[in-house]
């Protein structure tokens, strides 16, 4: 059973500060994919990452792959209150055709003044 | 806006009780996915639908059931109702053009079971 696992879960962070979140998974797979969850709202997509060694950017955050050490990342440069949301990592687990993606607990970040 | 239309957005009902879930994929994607998000479970997979057929079941219970129709809009059936399927539910879909993976989803529908 794939297990995808984030840490922190939780993240206080000042504004103008960096920080990481990991995301670790079990099995081979190199279909990868963020998204951010506003409290009671919808996911929204922001990465998806589809190779090894694959990195994206999007304003203040930056996300990676790497397939050989089933880990993705997600940094966060200069960290400002608008940030403050849940991210998943979810992993596609390929085994069939269609994607059916496992997510991983979610990373509530909260960016203070 | 992601495309993807679910109805009703809010539900209440009590325990014993069946409501169905409505759910509209993206204009022009076959692929249909439903999940559960609550908060000692997180985000777990349902069931997916692929023009019209099954593709594949996740952790659905036996007394939760869908279909997708041929107009490609998809319902969720929930009989037997728990204190505990109260969650939000989200509806998925993905394209088959330039296919990536990627899952859009729709608003939720939160259930409350009194």
């Known amino acids: 059973e794939l297990k995808v696992e984030q840490n922190p879960l939780f993240l206080s962070m000042q504004e103008g500060k960096n920080y990481t979140i990991y995301c670790n998974y079990s099995?081979?797979?190199?279909?990868l994919y963020w998204y951010r969850q506003d409290p009671g709202k919808s996911l929204e997509s922001l990465f998806v990452?589809?190779?090894?060694?694959a990195v994206k950017q999007e304003g203040r955050l930056m996300a990676s792959l790497d397939t050989k050490a089933r880990l993705s990342t997600l940094h966060i440069t200069a960290a400002v209150h608008d940030l403050s949301a849940t991210y998943f990592c979810a992993v596609d687990p390929q085994e069939t055709s269609g994607s059916r993606l496992t997510f991983g607990e979610g990373t509530q970040l909260t960016v203070n003044p | 806006d992601s495309g993807v239309t679910q109805t009703p957005k809010h539900l209440i009902t009590a325990t014993g009780q069946r409501v169905t879930l409505r759910c509209s994929p993206r204009?022009?994607?076959?692929?249909v996915y439903w999940y559960q998000q609550s908060l000692d479970q997180g985000l777990q997979f349902l069931i997916q639908y692929y023009n019209g057929e099954e593709r594949a079941k996740g952790n659905i219970l036996e007394r939760f059931s869908a279909q997708q129709f041929p107009d490609l809009h998809s319902e969720l059936n929930l009989s037997s109702l728990e204190l505990g399927d109260s969650a939000l539910y989200f509806c998925?879909?993905?394209?088959?053009?330039?296919?990536?993976?990627?899952?859009?989803f729709g608003e939720g529908s939160r259930l409350t079971v009194l």
């Open positions: 204009s022009g994607d076959l692929s």
């Open positions: 099995t081979t797979s190199d279909r």
């Open positions: 998925a879909s993905s394209t088959q053009l330039g296919y990536t993976g990627e899952l859009f």
């Open positions: 990452l589809l190779s090894n060694g």
